[in-house]
């Protein structure tokens, strides 16, 4: 009976020996996907979570107005040899870059790549959004709602076409059907010799990093305006409170030393049309002339 008991007792530990063996293998198997081996969703995305295709947009939002652009729709991702980094170089090179200095109010990028496109093959436009205020003022006084476009970019794939473009089409009328809305608006662009795009998404860069700059100086400055104004009124608050103090003692009151505080100098256009000439004498001049005449004569 001992012996039985014996025998039952190792064949319920080897069991129980078996089915913890067997738990543990299905938490290894529960446990790989979340180590990244189980199903390949998450392949395509980066640390931060976010995908290939959105870093890219993300990239397009930092350096240009997602508004004022239109490119390719298609983005073809290749891997990177030698053989196309030298296509890619000779492409980039044989672009052409014509600059529009007035884009008819109410037109999209889309319908200025559309109209470029009856000309040459187009790689990107790029369009210039007005001034913030003047936006707000006109949507607020006007009925027109729609955004404006201030000045453009477009990049043609050959830049001999683009030279011969920007040649015809300057100082010319848009045209089109009759009664459509830009009908009887006039081209304004020149092709701009040995610009590529790259060296426009720099300038855009660059003209946002120094709207920056200007933006953190001004706001540092309205900062130690705003506590020298602070320290002042604290100053002013104590020396009231002992003039109070002095009044009651029949003590002649303190007078606070405030400091000033310091304000930006605000920039001072020069207006050459204010500046007058130099009065000239009539009297010297005639003597003078007369000196000279009588030299000669």
């Not at 201030?150 to 920007?166: I, P, S, Y």
């Not at 303190?254 to 004498?281: C, G, I, S, T, Y």
Request: net charge neutral; aromatic share 6%; with cysteine.
């Amino acid at each position: 009976m001992a012996k039985l008991t014996s025998t039952q007792k190792s064949t319920g530990d080897s069991s129980s020996r078996k089915l913890r063996h067997d738990h543990s293998d299905d938490n290894e198997h529960d446990e790989d996907p979340e180590d990244g081996h189980g199903s390949g969703d998450n392949g395509d995305t980066g640390d931060d979570g976010i995908s290939s295709n959105e870093a890219d947009d993300d990239d397009l939002d930092d350096v240009m107005d997602r508004e004022g652009f239109a490119g390719p729709s298609e983005r073809v991702v290749k891997p990177l040899t030698a053989e196309g980094v030298a296509a890619f170089n000779a492409e980039i090179a044989r672009t052409g870059v014509i600059y529009i200095s007035r884009i008819p109010p109410g037109m999209r990028p889309e319908k200025v790549r559309h109209l470029m496109s009856q000309h040459g093959e187009v790689g990107r436009v790029y369009l210039q959004k007005e001034d913030p205020k003047v936006s707000y003022l006109r949507r607020k006084y006007t009925t027109d709602k729609k955004p404006h476009f201030v000045e453009g970019w477009v990049e043609f794939k050959d830049k001999k076409v683009a030279r011969t473009v920007a040649t015809m089409l300057n100082a010319q009328p848009i045209g089109g059907k009759k009664g459509t809305r830009w009908r009887d608006d006039v081209w304004t662009m020149t092709y701009l010799p040995k610009f590529k795009w790259n060296m426009l998404t720099e300038q855009i860069a660059h003209e946002a990093a120094a709207r920056a700059a200007k933006l953190r100086v001004e706001i540092a400055q309205s900062r130690s305006e705003q506590n020298e104004y602070l320290k002042n009124v604290e100053l002013a608050r104590i020396v009231n409170k002992r003039n109070e103090k002095r009044k009651e003692k029949g003590l002649e009151p303190l007078q606070p030393k405030l400091k000033k505080v310091k304000q930006a100098p605000e920039p001072q256009e020069e207006d050459h049309r204010l500046k007058k000439r130099p009065k000239v004498d009539n009297d010297e001049r005639d003597a003078q002339l007369q000196n000279v005449l009588g030299c000669i004569f």
